[in-house]
């Protein structure tokens, strides 16, 4: 019977998306919590070379907001999305924070984009007491940042093992490994030291480390020292352009070898940097569109009719994120009135709930340590392949069991 509303209901979500998605944005009330919409604060990148990867984040936010009002809201009250732009930096992310929280008096924010700038912006709301969950932050120590930092992206440390593994699967004949990082990123010098540690944890001999900045565009010099000491792996942890730019480098100069690419790679806007020499490069993911859950079928059918391809792995993220908030205050509204506490009461008493949480989402079912860290179960592995015109390209998921 649950099932069947449940069927229902989504396929109402689905016939009315097209409606809903043209609808505009309204003014939330500012002020108070007490307006009769729930402030949810989304700090992406908009602007900025990370702008590809936070319009993941943002199509993501979307879609759930639709669907979860679409069904009721929190008992019946709907959440309202408030945006501020990041940028790419740390100031950004610190101005989009101050905003939402003093400006904006959102409930939680879901954010920021990068790393890097979550090392950054997170203290700020843990000092205001405003639970963070961010969607996309995979550097170790992110939920170690304070009680109100939570996250359901999964760490590299759980997540970037299984490419390699996956590498020495397809040629089992491997030894010789080299690792590039952008050494001015956290997130890439996190990626980073797992991979590192995986190589030499798995007995293979790691003959170089080169450095390159997330803003560089030319690899020339780093590409030949690599090549000159033969590996038959490269392992690169960047950001998808100047990684991107990387892999095609790398392959004009003559590397034949299998390459991985870490989650800065996790982005189909990789296909238009390395176009046909992104071929083969492979990428592990927190995150499978068939993973064959109720809740994913509606969001990958969503997803699909409204930007015609399969949902990259941020946007489920992203959309998972909105779902802890809009479920663990469904559950705190059934124990206490939301309306009946202040904003500070609300914004503590929800970060203690949602830590709570078991939440069947289109990642799997997730829950938190008590860190804040997302406990998740399952993990895939991808591959590049792309269309011989060298400029439409998928993410192939490989058999890594
Ligand atoms: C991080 C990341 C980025 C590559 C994802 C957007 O994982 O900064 O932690």
């Given at each position: 019977?649950?099932?069947?509303?449940?069927?229902?209901?989504?396929?109402?979500?689905?016939?009315?998306?097209?409606?809903?998605?043209?609808?505009?944005?309204?003014?939330?009330?500012?002020?108070?919590?007490?307006?009769?919409?729930i402030p949810i604060g989304i700090a992406f990148a908009q602007t900025s070379n990370v702008a590809l990867l936070g319009?993941?984040?943002?199509?993501?936010?979307?879609?759930?907001?639709?669907?979860?009002?679409?069904?009721?809201?929190?008992n019946g009250k709907p959440i309202k999305l408030v945006f501020q732009d990041t940028g790419g930096d740390e100031a950004?992310?610190?101005?989009?924070?101050?905003?939402?929280?003093?400006?904006?008096?959102?409930?939680?924010?879901?954010?920021?984009?990068?790393?890097?700038?979550?090392?950054?912006?997170?203290?700020?709301?843990?000092?205001?007491?405003?639970?963070?969950?961010?969607?996309?932050?995979t550097a170790q120590g992110i939920p170690e940042i304070g009680d109100y930092v939570a996250r359901v992206s999964s760490?590299?440390?759980?997540?970037?093992?299984?490419?390699?593994?996956?590498?020495?699967?397809?040629?089992?004949?491997?030894?010789?490994?080299?690792?590039?990082?952008?050494?001015?990123?956290?997130?890439?010098?996190?990626?980073?030291?797992?991979?590192?540690?995986?190589?030499?944890?798995?007995?293979?001999?790691?003959?170089?480390?080169?450095?390159?900045?997330?803003?560089?565009?030319?690899?020339?010099?780093?590409?030949?020292?690599?090549?000159?000491?033969?590996?038959?792996?490269?392992?690169?942890?960047?950001?998808?352009?100047?990684?991107?730019?990387?892999?095609?480098?790398?392959?004009?100069?003559?590397?034949?070898?299998?390459?991985?690419?870490?989650?800065?790679?996790?982005?189909?806007?990789?296909?238009?940097?390395?176009?046909?020499?992104?071929?083969?490069?492979?990428?592990?993911?927190?995150?499978?569109?068939?993973?064959?859950?109720?809740?994913?079928?509606?969001?990958?059918?969503?997803?699909?009719?409204?930007?015609?391809?399969?949902?990259?792995?941020?946007?489920?993220?992203?959309?998972?994120?909105?779902?802890?908030?809009?479920?663990?205050?469904?559950?705190?509204?059934?124990?206490?009135?939301?309306?009946?506490?202040?904003?500070?009461?609300?914004?503590?008493?929800?970060?203690?709930?949602?830590?709570?949480?078991?939440?069947?989402?289109?990642?799997?079912?997730?829950?938190?340590?008590?860190?804040?860290?997302?406990?998740?179960?399952?993990?895939?592995?991808?591959?590049?392949?792309?269309?011989?015109?060298?400029?439409?390209?998928?993410?192939?998921?490989?058999?890594?069991?």
């Open positions: 019977m649950k099932s069947a509303i449940a069927a229902q209901t989504a396929f109402l979500f689905l016939s009315s998306i097209l409606l809903v998605a043209c609808s505009k944005t309204s003014n939330i009330n500012p002020t108070t919590n007490t307006s009769n919409v319009q993941e984040g943002t199509d993501g936010v979307k879609i759930a907001e639709k669907y979860f009002n679409h069904i009721g809201g929190i950004g992310a610190i101005n989009a924070f101050q905003t939402l929280i003093n400006q904006y008096k959102v409930v939680g924010i879901i954010g920021p984009t990068l790393s890097q700038q979550a090392f950054s912006a997170n203290p700020i709301a843990e000092r205001n007491r405003v639970p963070v969950i961010g969607a996309s932050n760490s590299v440390a759980v997540v970037a093992p299984y490419s390699v593994k996956a590498a020495l699967k397809q040629n089992p004949q491997i030894k010789r490994v080299a690792v590039f990082y952008a050494q001015n990123d956290a997130f890439n010098k996190s990626e980073t030291d797992i991979f590192q540690k995986t190589v030499k944890d798995l007995g293979l001999n790691l003959v170089t480390v080169q450095k390159f900045q997330t803003t560089d565009t030319d690899f020339q010099a780093q590409a030949s020292d690599a090549i000159n000491l033969k590996p038959d792996l490269v392992i690169i942890s960047g950001l998808a352009v100047d990684g991107g730019n990387l892999v095609k480098q790398l392959r004009e100069l003559g590397y034949k070898g299998i390459i991985i690419g870490g989650n800065g790679f996790n982005t189909s806007h990789i296909f238009s940097v390395c176009r046909a020499l992104c071929e083969g490069v492979i990428v592990a993911q927190a995150y499978s569109p068939v993973y064959p859950s109720q809740i994913n079928t509606i969001f990958r059918k969503a997803y699909i009719e409204q930007y015609q391809r399969e949902p990259p792995q941020v946007s489920a993220q992203a959309f998972a994120a909105m779902q802890v908030y809009v479920e663990a205050l469904q559950s705190l509204d059934k124990k206490t009135e939301i309306n009946k506490l202040t904003l500070p009461q609300l914004r503590t008493q929800l970060n203690q709930e949602l830590l709570k949480g078991r939440y069947q989402t289109p990642l799997g079912e997730i829950a938190f340590t008590p860190a804040g860290d997302v406990i998740q179960k399952e993990f895939y592995v991808a591959q590049l392949k792309m269309e011989p015109n060298g400029i439409k390209g998928k993410f192939s998921f490989l058999n890594i069991k």
